[in-house]
């Protein structure tokens, strides 16, 4: 299901998640997984924030939290929240040697179905969590996202992949 990384310098973890689960999970809890996901990873965001010596990523999640919810009933905070979090997880793809998720593509995935822009993050910061070493992409590739295929990427990339026919199975 979800599997832990160590983030380097922080002492804590993050996890990666299947970008699909954490969408359906959005959708069939009434947004209930979504409250406890959004510290979740806000948290995961302050932590590698503090490792690399920035605030870029914030510090209060529990303070990201209470703008999601109760914070939709006012609307503007939720909206703030996601904004802000979203700008997070472009930042800690940076820091990362990623190249950040599309603000424009998460604007319309936004509006048009929203737990698809929570799938979208989780899996730029899936990217972020799994880049977190300086051997990152040696090169930009425009309009194209570089791999490094080295041993320790492709077995985790295998044992994703074992993971998944399992639960398909």
Request: aromatic share 8%.
């Amino acid at each position: 299901m979800a599997e832990e990384i160590q983030i380097a310098g922080a002492g804590t973890t993050a996890k990666t998640r299947n970008p699909i689960v954490v969408a359906v999970l959005a959708v069939i809890t009434l947004a209930i997984y979504l409250v406890f996901w959004w510290y979740f990873i806000n948290r995961e965001l302050a932590d590698l924030g503090r490792a690399k010596g920035t605030s870029e990523l914030g510090d209060s999640p529990a303070k990201s939290t209470l703008a999601l919810f109760p914070g939709a009933l006012l609307i503007v905070p939720a909206l703030w929240t996601t904004v802000t979090t979203f700008k997070r997880v472009q930042a800690a793809q940076r820091l990362t040697g990623q190249t950040p998720i599309n603000g424009w593509l998460g604007l319309v995935l936004y509006i048009v179905l929203s737990p698809a822009l929570y799938a979208y993050m989780q899996s730029g910061l899936n990217g972020a969590a799994g880049s977190d070493s300086p051997d990152g992409p040696a090169h930009e590739i425009s309009n194209a996202v570089p791999y490094l295929f080295d041993e320790e990427s492709l077995e985790r990339a295998v044992r994703g992949i074992e993971r998944a026919v399992n639960i398909a199975a």
